[in-house]
């Protein structure tokens, strides 16, 4: 039996294992960077949803913020507002009575203007009452604030709650001065409008004539 010259050579066992050790690694090798192009995938997934929680959680933040900062101004503002009208009108109630017992032809009694007074003096007391309540207010929002060394602390020993020094005992003073400062507040606003009504009735009984002189006759000279 004759072999053809260009019938290939089988392999020996030799060669066999080598061809079937190399296609083995090229599995491998094919595999692991199969497995590492997922697991990469997976890092930048996981960062991507990382990145866009700090973003979510950095706008809420500073919303939270902007949200707490205008609450503050504008109530700062309205306690501000409150003391400025009774104030005001104090002031302008003052100039008037004397306006009015300098001028000889009207006849008024000044004492018609004292419950006025008073009405807008209590509304000056309220609204400074209510800014002493609101300060205890922020205060008690400090104090229940964990402290910077305790935040410091947390990040290398993390602990199973946030630290923090917020008590029940805390948060009722929180919400009693809040309502105990609005319903303040509320008040400086009704003595401003009770003080106004008061001044209405006052110039109710003014008498813009002059007061009758009396006549006197020969008879009674």
């Not at 002493?132 to 199973?160: C, K, M, V």
């Not at 805390?170 to 009704?190: D, N």
Request: net charge neutral; aromatic share 10%.
């Amino acid at each position: 039996m004759t072999v053809s010259s260009n019938s290939p050579i089988p392999p020996s066992a030799e060669q066999a294992f080598e061809l079937t050790k190399l296609a083995q690694e090229h599995r491998f090798e094919a595999a692991g960077a199969q497995d590492r192009r997922a697991h990469e995938r997976n890092l930048i997934d996981a960062q991507s949803v990382i990145d866009a929680r700090k973003e979510y959680a950095r706008q809420v933040l500073e919303y939270a913020l902007l949200h707490h900062r205008h609450l503050k101004e504008y109530g700062q503002a309205c306690l501000r507002s409150l003391f400025i009208l009774n104030g005001g009108a104090i002031v302008s109630l003052l100039a008037l009575v004397g306006s009015l017992l300098s001028r000889s032809g009207v006849a008024f009694q000044p004492s018609a203007f004292v419950p006025a007074f008073i009405y807008f003096a209590s509304g000056i007391g309220l609204s400074i009452l209510s800014m002493f309540t609101a300060y205890l207010n922020y205060g008690f929002h400090q104090w229940g604030q964990a402290d910077p060394g305790r935040l410091a602390n947390n990040i290398y020993h993390p602990s199973e709650e946030w630290p923090h020094d917020f008590t029940p005992q805390l948060g009722i003073k929180i919400s009693c001065t809040f309502f105990i400062a609005v319903a303040l507040g509320v008040g400086s606003l009704g003595a401003f409008g009770c003080g106004c009504f008061e001044v209405a009735k006052a110039f109710e009984t003014l008498d813009p004539r002059p007061a009758a002189t009396p006549t006197t006759t020969p008879g009674n000279r």
